[in-house]
Structures are given as C-alpha cells and as structure tokens.
C-alpha cells in the first residue's frame, strides 16, 4: 500500500513538472529587452526608428509577454515615420583681397548669391567656420632635375613651419607609383623626421594622375573637411589614369580642397631665356600648369607658381588663412532630381540692392576681390 501511494505522487509531480518546464521556457524566450535605463537614451543615428523609452516606476514588475509583435511607436502615433532633410548643400566660399589675400569676414547671409546651373538659389544659412588644418602634403619626388626638388623641398618646409598644435598632417610623396612617408599626425616632430627623408629619389616618373586619385580616394574615408598641398611641377609620365579620369575624380569627391604649388618656375624661366627650352617642352610645362590650376580651381582652392623662394611665405599664409577661415552657405537646391549629375555653382556678392558688391578702404578707395569656391558638385542618388 506505501508502495501504490508512493507511484501515485511520483506519478502526480511528473504531470505537474511537463506542465511547468514549457511555461519557463517561454518566458525566457518571449520576454521583452530590459527598458533603457536612462530617458535620454535612443539611437545614434538619426535615421533609424524611433525609441521611445518608458517611464520608470518603482518596482514595477517586467511586462507579461507580448501577444503581437511590439508595436515601435505610440499608438497616438499612427506608426507615422520622421523623415530626416539630407537634400541641403553646403558650400565652402573664401572672400580674399587680391592685393595682401586678407578673409574678408564682415558680410551676411544678404550679400550672397549662389547660383546652381544658372538658377539662383534661396540661401538658408550663413556662417564662418574657424577650424584646424587636416590636409595631406602630396609631394612630386622624382629625379628629373634638381631646382625642382629644391622648390618642393622648400615650399613643404615652408608649409610645415606653419602648423598649429591641433592640425593633423600627412605626408605622400609621388614617382612611379605614391608612398605614404606618414599618416596623420599632429605632430610636427614626425612630419619634420620624414621630410628629411627625402634625400636622394630613385625614379624619374612623376605619375601625378595616380598619386592624386589614390590620395583623393584615401581621403574619402576622413571625415569633414580635407585639404591637399599639392607640391610638384605639374608633369604626368606614364599614370593609368588620365586626365578626364582624374578631372572626374576630382569632381565626385566632396568635401577636398586643394592648393597646387608649381615647382621650378625658375629653372623654367632661365631656360627659356637661354633658349634651351624646345617648343615642344614649352607646351608640356604650360599643360602643366594648366592642370595644376584646374585642380585647385574645382575644388575652390588656388594655385601659385612662386618665382623665387621669397615668396613663399605670402604664399603659405594665404594658403593657411583660406584653410582656417571660411564662410559655409547652406542652401536647399530647387533641383531636387537624385541623378547623380554635376550641379555647376557659382558665386557672387551683392548690395543691398542686388548691385555687385565693392569693397572699399579706410580712405574710401575701392578693393579688388577674389570670390573662391567649388565650380560645383555632384547630385546624390537614389541608392545613396
């Protein structure tokens, strides 16, 4: 009779835990995420769904399971979903007197006129950014003639004097193929150590087309604003990549500056006197130029081809004064088509009255000015 009894509850306490092992199981696999601790809390992006932390309540026991899928907004909600205004331009523009390159920082929002593909634009904002330098020097460091190491090593020198403790650096250099002789630094012990490496080059190309595409190509993973000093004489040997290849590449990276820097204007001068310059090598070296000067133009920098070495720190301090200080105008643009086209821009300053803008000095005569930004950039598209 024990015996019976004894099977009886074995029997009986069996039934009972098949019956609570699934109910345990469940409530381990359906219960909810654990509230945010902290009201504040959501996502970091401001494109995802919207969290909506709940109050907290002193010792409240966690939810039942739910029996539909959570719902992500509040009901009053309707599940409507925030969409976030990306379609706004900005556009980087430097005012500097032609005559001492002095930033002209004392005009509003009123005296801008942005215009994309010839339609003038409603200007939403107007601000001047001060902010440290992230650039890369791109060096041409190749043997083909000594006077043209000699100004690339002085205008790199010249530059790297310049830099503020909060500036980050990095140093590439280019012949037959690019070499990164440092990566960003704010340290100017490090940019200085491997300047000096730069003794004796090994090769005589100077394959400029592919040196600035890979560095255009690096510095699409940095973000904000970048700019490149771009050391060399301008010359292209034997680069896989051409010139509209690189003019497009220039075109399609946003946010990249570049200030071009002409070397040996003065072995080039001497020559000509000399008569020892050909026609043929006339018209490379003017080519030359000419891409340098596109480079910089496309991008809203400048391009300089210094004579003598004396002027180079006007140069550097132009240069500098453009890089830390600019004016951002914001704008939404009325072609909202995502087609992945080039917007042409352009820029002017007006009066009160729409009437070009003069400036004027201390004694009333009139200042020359240089309006300085992209020459335009590249629509979005429907996948971006």
């Known amino acids: 009779m024990g015996m019976r009894l004894q099977t009886k509850r074995l029997i009986a306490a069996a039934v009972a835990l098949s019956w609570f092992l699934p109910v345990c199981s469940h409530a381990q696999t359906s219960n909810p995420p654990a509230p945010p601790t902290d009201d504040s809390s959501g996502p970091a992006v401001d494109n995802g769904p919207i969290v909506i932390p709940k109050k907290k309540t002193a010792d409240e026991p966690p939810p039942p399971a739910p029996e539909e899928p959570v719902v992500k907004n509040p009901p009053e909600l309707n599940n409507f979903a925030i969409r976030v205004d990306t379609s706004l331009v900005n556009v980087d523009v430097s005012v500097l007197l032609d005559k001492n390159k002095q930033f002209v920082d004392n005009l509003t929002a009123k005296n801008f006129v942005v215009y994309e593909d010839g339609v003038p634009q409603a200007i939403r904002d107007v601000k001047i950014t001060q902010t440290p330098i992230t650039a890369v020097m791109l060096l041409e460091f190749a ?202 821009l352009k820029v002017e300053l007006v009066d009160d009255e729409g009437h070009p803008l003069v400036l004027m000095d201390e004694k009333a005569r009139p200042l020359k000015y240089s309006i300085i930004a992209r020459d335009g950039y590249t629509a979005k598209r429907q996948v971006e």
């Open 143 to 344: 043997a083909t003639s000594y006077p043209f190491i000699y100004d690339m090593r002085n205008s790199a020198d010249e530059f790297f004097q310049q830099l503020r403790p909060d500036d980050y650096i990095a140093v590439l250099t280019y012949d037959i193929r690019t070499h990164i002789l440092t990566d960003f630094t704010s340290d100017k012990n490090t940019v200085e150590d491997s300047l000096n490496t730069l003794t004796m080059p090994s090769f005589s190309e100077t394959n400029l087309f592919d040196a600035l595409y890979e560095t255009l190509d690096r510095l699409t993973r940095v973000e904000g604003r970048k700019d490149i000093i771009l050391i060399g004489s301008g010359r292209d040997s034997m680069s896989r990549v051409n010139l509209d290849q690189i003019y497009a590449k220039v075109k399609a990276t946003p946010n990249v500056t570049i200030y071009s820097i002409g070397t040996g204007q003065f072995a080039r001068t001497m020559a000509e006197g000399e008569g020892r310059m050909g026609p043929i090598s006339d018209i490379d070296y003017l080519q030359a130029d000419n891409q340098m000067s596109s480079f910089a133009r496309m991008t809203g920098g400048q391009a300089f081809f210094p004579l003598f070495q004396g002027a180079l720190p006007d140069v550097f301090k132009a240069i500098n004064q453009q890089m830390r200080s600019e004016y951002v105008i914001t704008y939404k643009p009325t072609n909202m088509a995502l087609d992945g086209t080039y917007r042409r």
